[in-house]
């Protein structure tokens, strides 16, 4: 059903910005409240029957027009393979609906961004930005938060801890810790837009220290697709662990001049992460690739 409700909402967002009306204005044509018109074009909700002819005729089309563009987008979207027991607890739950949402939710907001973007800034940027979103996704979709300070750990926190002191929050006692990577290729120099996973020979994560237990870690690459001329980045697989321990992390480098220091993941912290796959972009390349590296499988 999320993914049916991410392809709806496409639909009517772009119905919406075709005849230039806010999701204020629409919620006041068809009788509903904003926030809902918000929920409904980012895939949360799914409208009844009712309120969608309520929305269409706001929008001068009918259902029937909304629901055959919505199967045809529903083709060309990105797919998953989901890991339907992944289920957490972290002073807030995450389960695998949350990640799914959060995933068409982050893909939708990269393709937003000109392609200019992407391909005026390096990787650990575009890496940045890949992070955040997802981590804002995750975060309205769970009813958690982002963690309000720039060096603040971990990455998403629950919502009462929202207003917590600065030093609470540089290392809060519950959430979770959100890393994003898109990998080390063999050779060449591939250029913003281009895949890199025919080239692709390793998944690092790094951290500014080496006591990282539990971590959600995210792997982008640029991926194909019919809708675009330029190939947007996209969150390609989720891995977890919460079992992670110190040697799962390498020597701490980059201490020196303006570096910023580092610790990669090494073979026995991928390996836990492989274990805990969570999701995976429905393309065979992509599953052979990342369970050969991550050494796993899915069965």
Known sequence: MTEINHALGKV?????TAAKISQEELADRAGIHRTYVSQIERGLK?????ILIQISKSLNTTASILIAETEQNKKKQITY???SKFNISCGFQVNSQ??????????????TLPSSIYRNIDFKTTSSIVGSMFCQSIASTTGAVVNPIEKGHPDIIPKEGENSSEEL?????????????IGNITKGDLRAGESRITNLKGIVWQAHHRDVKQLLGLVWDFVQSEEHDFNYPRITAIFYSDNLVTDDWGKISGTEGRNTKVSSMVLSGKQKMGQGWVAMINNQQYKETYQRIMKFSIS
């Open 12 to 16: 009517i967002s772009q119905y919406r």
């Open 46 to 50: 799914s409208p009844t029957l009712s």
């Open 81 to 83: 393979l989901i890991n």
């Open 98 to 111: 949350h990640i799914e949402s959060a995933l068409h939710q982050t893909n939708k907001s990269l393709e």
């Open 169 to 181: 929050l540089r290392n809060y006692p519950f959430g979770l810790e959100v890393k994003c990577t």
